[in-house]
């Protein structure tokens, strides 16, 4: 128990009515983290002294354990902490609490060589961690003792803009903090509320953080942290099940991981990952507000699981720390600065990845093709978002095709394009088996041209991003300019596209005007297909228009700006309906049945592309007085 003598009151140095308010209302979000900021200035003094005592070994006593313990006293409402570190004599008070901003281990940091810094871990360097306890605090009491010095001091503030220093009694060196909480703070008391705030913020600092608790006059002490930081280890020292224990601790998830990425980074900036990608899909991979699950820590203390910087949105999947040696914070640990520094860790951790899933694709392409059904779809959003890395993200791309049930690459697609064939085809939609019946894929197949059947909501937007790979261009199928005839066939496929039973020439010129006239501005224009073998029509899109199962989905994701575009209708000069409707249209008495047939033909192609028909009533009523018409 400290004595006080006379006390000395003095001011802060500092605008302090401002700069507490500031510090105490504005610049941490988050109430509990006077706790990990107390622990972090704990942990430093600890370690200053462990430091300095390998050239001062009157400093310590040999044999000496560093410590932290927390206890709390409900009568009083407070929480304190204590450590047995360097502590403060009546100058490094004023210096270190009494001046906002000034921080004792940046001084010390100061002090030290640059391969001493290195060994020094030290965690606070802003020095108004220690001033977060006022956002909770009716009245802070310090009892410290410098390390070497025999006299102790008690430091009290309330955090208004004044603070006292006076003698006191304290038995050994180190820094006892004791926080008076407000009435709204008691929450703060509770051991299950500590334990919390450690296992989030505190677990991996070194020394062992103890509860004590006094019933009976007898004295419980109950270590909180684990104090293992299992990424500060070497890899040769971690079981396969210490990693899995990891994983599951900091994934709260129960499966095993797919990969397993752990390095330490020297030079510039200095840092260790231990990230792991999973083996199962998370049920909320797609939902887009979900962030990434790497937590960001400094020297073994948590920061903050939110640093949008650290890791981009397409490797949502990745999960597990970063710890960096250096990495510039801002005073509230919460946000960061010097985002530069940030970016060149994402970069490297980006590439690592890369690497890895590289690794794996070219080895073991069985595992690797499970990780892309699982997570194929969120790393493609890279495609779209990061342009700088969109090569190498192409290359892990895999890709379902109409030339079988393996999932290709782009390097084997482009290896095995037919003779003449410059673009890379394409077609999307929803659902592949859907999609490999499509019309437009008939004259493709004929030929032997393997198309990329795209089903992900995100291959609508990252293809015209990217436009073309390895001087090829991304070619959708629907897309109305596309001439089969310059591309050979396959070896082994000959074409069945035959047109020895077409419309002649002349006649289905007369045809294609005909149908024009009928259908009017509901399209834009009437072909003769060179894509369609066994479908008598399809629509396609104009050179210049919007892909249809793009303009598809945006109208069905509530964009009513989206206007109904007429589309062009191709039609199979050797369809025998085609054929048929030639010779009607020849027939000026058949006129009214000659304009039910291109309307219902019309329908179909829009059914056939999964479009909803305007008018579905008239449909079936057309259809059914066009097949009395044949019928009877």
């Not at 419980?220 to 500060?232: H, K, P, R, V, Y």
């Amino acid at each position: 128990m400290a004595t006080k003598e006379a006390e000395n009151k003095m001011e802060f140095k500092a605008e302090v009515s401002k700069v507490l308010d500031l510090v105490i209302n504005s610049l941490y979000s988050n109430k509990e983290i006077f706790l990990r900021e107390l622990i972090s200035n704990a942990s430093d003094a600890c370690d200053k002294l462990r430091y300095l005592s390998l050239t001062q070994d009157k400093l310590v006593d040999k044999g000496t354990e560093f410590s932290i313990s927390i206890t709390t006293d409900k009568k009083s409402k407070s929480i304190s902490i204590r450590d047995n570190g360097i502590g403060m004599n009546h100058d490094e008070l004023v210096e270190n609490l009494g001046t906002i901003a000034k921080s004792g281990t940046t001084a010390f940091l100061e002090n030290l060589s640059g391969d001493e810094k290195k060994d020094a871990e030290l965690i606070g360097q802003f020095g108004v961690g220690f001033y977060a306890c006022f956002g909770v605090a009716e009245k802070v009491e310090v009892v410290t003792k410098r390390a070497g010095e025999s006299q102790g001091w008690l430091w009290t503030s309330e955090g208004a803009g004044s603070y006292s220093i006076a003698k006191a009694d304290r038995d050994s060196q180190g820094s006892t903090v004791t926080v008076f909480l407000k009435k709204e703070s008691k929450e703060y008391l509770e051991e299950a509320r500590i334990r919390n705030i450690i296992k989030t913020y505190s677990d991996h600092v070194s020394l062992p953080i103890n509860f004590e608790k006094v019933e009976k006059n007898k004295t419980d002490i109950e270590q909180l942290n684990s104090g293992s930081a299992i990424w500060t280890r070497n890899k040769s020292d971690i079981t396969d099940d210490q990693y899995k224990e990891f994983y599951h601790s900091v994934g709260h998830v129960f499966d095993d991981p797919w990969l397993t990425l752990h390095n330490r980074v020297e030079g510039k900036i200095e840092y260790t990952n231990l990230l792991f990608i999973t083996s199962s899909k998370p049920f909320d991979l797609m939902n887009p507000d979900r962030k990434h699950k790497v937590k960001l820590y400094v020297k073994k203390v948590f920061i903050t699981d939110d640093c949008e910087d650290l890791m981009p949105s397409y490797l949502r999947f990745v999960r597990g720390v970063v710890d960096s040696e250096d990495l510039p914070l801002n005073v509230s640990r919460e946000m960061l600065q010097h985002n530069v520094l940030v970016t060149h860790i994402k970069k490297a951790l980006v590439k690592k990845v890369f690497s890895e899933l590289k690794k794996k694709a070219t080895k073991k392409p069985e595992e690797y093709e499970l990780f892309w059904n699982n997570f194929g779809a969120v790393l493609k959003e890279g495609l779209y978002e990061d342009h700088e890395n969109k090569d190498v993200l192409i290359e892990l791309s895999r890709f379902k095709s109409t030339s079988g049930n393996d999932l290709v690459s782009m390097e084997s697609y482009i290896a095995d394009m037919n003779d003449g064939q410059k673009d890379i085809f394409y077609i999307t939609g929803d659902n592949a088996e859907i999609l490999e019946k499509s019309p437009q894929l008939e004259g493709f197949k004929a030929r032997g041209i393997s198309v990329l059947l795209l089903t992900d909501p995100v291959d609508e937007f990252w293809i015209p991003m990217v436009g073309q790979y390895k001087e090829k261009t991304f070619k959708s199928v629907t897309a109305g300019d596309i001439d089969l005839g310059e591309i050979k066939d396959s070896e082994n496929k000959k074409s069945e596209n035959k047109k020895d039973d077409a419309v002649k020439d002349a006649d289905l010129a007369k045809l294609i005007v005909a149908i024009k006239e009928i259908l009017g501005d509901s399209v834009k224009d009437v072909k003769s297909s060179d894509r369609l073998t066994d479908s008598a029509v399809c629509l396609v899109a104009a050179d210049g228009d919007m892909d249809l199962h793009l303009a598809r989905m945006l109208k069905q994701q509530g964009h009513s700006d989206m206007q109904d575009s007429s589309r062009i209708l191709e039609i199979n000069s050797s369809h025998q309906l085609i054929i048929k409707l030639s010779e009607i249209s020849q027939d000026l008495s058949k006129k009214d049945l000659l304009g039910d047939v291109a309307h219902l033909l019309l329908d179909q192609a829009k059914i056939t592309e999964g479009e909803a028909i305007k008018d579905p009533a008239n449909f079936a009523k057309r259809l059914n007085e066009t097949l009395v018409k044949v019928l009877i």
